[in-house]
Structures are given as structure tokens and as C-alpha cells.
Nanobody, 119 residues
Framework: QVQLQESGPGLVKPSQTLSLTCTVS??????????WSWIRQAPGKGLEWIGF???????YYSPNLTSRASISRDTSKNQLTLQLSSVTPEDTAVYYC???????????WGQGTQVTVSS
């Protein structure tokens, strides 16, 4: 059973860089055909896809966030990292990491971590 656990600061000041880590257990992030995604949900809004990193290590981002988002990985720790620069209060959301199995959809989710952007 794959498990994902997000971690990071719950409060970030405007203009700073948000940095979150997702620790994956029960399966390697380098297994073929899986994409490891970051998704967020702002208060009162729907889910917003931020981007993913493939098993090969290449990353892709939402056009809305591509200038500010960066997803990387540490294969030795089986971890993913999301960095989002120049945050504003509009980046306040619950952030999730997921495993995306293509046609099977996002089959495993972390529990989510609340991030609030405020001075």
C-alpha cells in the first residue's frame, strides 16, 4: 500500500517561497508510468493541479503556476518537494501530493497540509 505524507510550514509570509515535502512509502517514486503530483484546494474553491514529476525526473507545471512552481525529488529518500515562490494570500490552500496512474487517475493521496500565507 502506497502512502504519501506532506510536511512543511503551516504559515508563510507574502513574497516568500513556500516549500513542502512529500514522503512516499510503500512504493518507489522511480517506478515507470507513475506521475507524482501536487494539487491544492483554496478555501471555498475546487481542486487545482499544480504540476507533476514523472518517474524519469522530468517535471511539468500548470500554465498558471509555471513561472513560480518547481517540483523536484530525492530518490534516496523517496521524497518529492514543491517550491512555490513569491506567494500571496491567494496561495493559501490545503496542499496535497498524489500518485497519478494515468488512466486510473490519482489513486493515492496524502492527507493534505494546510498552508496559510499571511504577514
Amino acid at each position: 500500500q502506497v502512502q504519501l505524507q506532506e510536511s512543511g510550514p503551516g504559515l508563510v509570509k507574502p513574497s516568500q517561497t513556500l516549500s513542502l515535502t512529500c514522503t512516499v512509502s510503500g512504493g518507489s517514486i522511480t517506478i515507470s508510468d507513475y506521475y507524482w503530483s501536487w494539487i491544492r484546494q483554496a478555501p471555498g474553491k475546487g481542486l487545482e493541479w499544480i504540476g507533476f514529476i514523472r518517474w524519469t525526473g522530468s517535471a511539468y507545471y500548470s500554465p498558471n503556476l509555471t513561472s513560480r512552481a518547481s517540483i523536484s525529488r530525492d530518490t534516496s529518500k523517496n521524497q518529492l518537494t514543491l517550491q512555490l515562490s513569491s506567494v500571496t494570500p491567494e496561495d493559501t490552500a490545503v496542499y496535497y501530493c498524489t500518485r497519478w496512474a494515468g488512466a486510473k487517475g490519482h489513486d493515492f493521496w496524502g492527507q493534505g497540509t494546510q498552508v496559510t500565507v499571511s504577514s
